[in-house]
Structure formats: structure tokens, C-alpha cells
């Protein structure tokens, strides 16, 4: 019972391109979502979140979509830049619950 | 620096044997968390405690396995009679509720891989 995906296990960009990482979750509880860098040998690295009453957050590079009637969410990234490249997990959250997404390796190609 | 810290980084044990490992929270958190993740996967939840109260456990979380958080501040989790299939990495987390925003926003540390012979 996969309640948050990522279907796509890997994504290649060019430097400099936009980076675009997709999220899909199933429980309708989940009001706050949050996406993780991870580099290998570290933990997660909280990068940015969204609240369920809004649909569109952003920091800097990086802007969070979101979409609650198609229960999607997505993380873009402007311009990608090598060092992005990393295991990128999207989190949904009701209260204390948390549920992690397996994962989009993102490889930014200089 | 303040971030969650985790010791050891790495043990490597023999099948049967005990291993404890720690976990140090940012100061001003009361909510920490135990993960697992292993490779290809996201972390999974294991636990969590709220200062020193263990508010929830996971059904991966078997009678093996043990969390305490005595003062509230430092938690350590203990696995007995260690299995191949215990090899991950345990990963810890903090939070403190966000009263205004109402949200909760996890802080991970390193972690600590674990590989069981």
C-alpha cells in the first residue's frame, strides 16, 4: 500500500535546464507535503514544503506545485545546476504521520 | 553546530549480537523520530516520541527492537539478536510543531548504517 510515488526512479537533465520532479499521493488526509535532497552517506536534507491551502511555494531555484484534486505535486528546479544532482524524496504529512516516496535520482549533466 | 546528530555513523556486527545507537535532536525540538531506509526506498517510520512519551510504533518495529527518549532531550534505539535483514541505514529526525502554521517540518540526521554479517 504505496501511499506516496514517484514513478519515475531516475531523471537526466543538462545543466542549466529545468528539472522537473513528480509526486503522486493517495491519502486525501495528508494536508503538508515536503520534498528531501539526500547525497549518498548523508541523511535527507529538508529542501521545501507546501501546505494543502495553498497550491504553489517557491525558494529561489525551487518551486513546489500542487495540485489537491488530482492529488499531485511536483518540485521544479530553475536553472538545474550540477550539484542538484542527488536522490530527491517527496514526504506527505497529516499530524505526526509522515510517508516517504521512494525517490527520483536527479542527475544534472554539465 | 545545532543539527540532529547520530553516533556511530557506521557498525558493522555478527548475526545474534546487540547494537544500540543515538540520537541527539536539535535542543528546541520535542518530537524525534526513528526511520529506516534501505536502498531504493524512502524512509520508513519506525517511531516517535513526543518529549519522553513513545506515541506511536510501527508494526516493522518488532519485539527485537527498542526506543527509549528518558529525559525527553536524547533517544537511543536497541536492536537484540540482530538479522541480516536488519542491514539499513536508521536515520533520525526532530521536529517542533509550528503553532501558527500548524505544520511539521522534519530535520534529518546523518544517520547510522548498519550492516549485520
Known amino acids: 500500500d504505496q501511499q506516496v510515488k514517484q514513478n519515475s526512479p531516475s531523471l537526466s537533465v543538462q545543466e542549466g535546464r529545468i528539472s522537473i520532479l513528480n509526486c503522486d499521493y493517495t491519502?486525501?488526509?495528508?494536508?503538508?507535503f515536503l520534498w528531501y535532497k539526500k547525497y549518498p552517506a548523508e541523511g535527507p536534507t529538508f529542501l521545501i514544503s507546501?501546505?494543502?491551502?495553498?497550491d504553489k511555494n517557491e525558494d529561489g531555484r525551487f518551486t513546489v506545485f500542487l495540485n489537491k484534486s488530482a492529488k499531485h505535486l511536483s518540485l521544479h528546479i530553475v536553472p538545474s545546476q550540477p550539484g542538484d544532482s542527488a536522490v530527491y524524496f517527496c514526504?506527505?504529512?497529516?499530524?505526526?504521520?509522515?510517508?516517504f516516496g521512494p525517490g527520483t535520482r536527479l542527475s544534472v549533466l554539465p | 553546530d545545532t543539527g540532529v546528530s547520530q553516533n556511530p555513523r557506521h557498525k558493522i556486527t555478527k548475526r545474534g549480537q546487540n547494537v544500540t545507537f543515538r540520537c541527539d535532536p536539535i535542543?528546541?525540538?520535542?518530537?524525534l523520530y526513528w526511520y529506516r531506509q534501505t536502498l531504493g526506498q524512502g524512509p520508513e517510520f519506525l517511531t516517535y516520541?513526543?518529549?519522553?512519551?513513545?506515541?506511536?510504533k510501527s508494526r516493522l518495529l518488532s519485539d527485537r527492537f527498542s526506543a527509549e527518549r528518558p529525559k525527553g532531550s536524547f533517544s537511543t534505539l536497541e536492536i537484540q539478536r540482530t538479522e541480516q535483514g536488519d542491514s539499513a541505514m536508521y536515520l533520525c529526525?526532530?521536529?517542533?510543531?509550528?503553532?501558527?502554521?500548524?505544520?511539521?517540518?522534519?530535520?534529518f540526521g546523518p544517520g547510522t548504517r548498519l550492516t549485520v554479517l
Open positions: 514526504a506527505a504529512s497529516y499530524g505526526q504521520n509522515f510517508v
Open positions: 491519502n486525501s488526509m495528508f494536508d503538508y
Open positions: 507546501i501546505s494543502s491551502i495553498k
Open positions: 529526525a526532530s521536529s517542533r510543531r509550528d503553532s501558527l502554521l500548524g505544520t511539521d517540518t522534519q530535520y
Open positions: 516520541f513526543q518529549n519522553e512519551a513513545q506515541l506511536e
Open positions: 535542543s528546541e525540538h520535542n518530537r
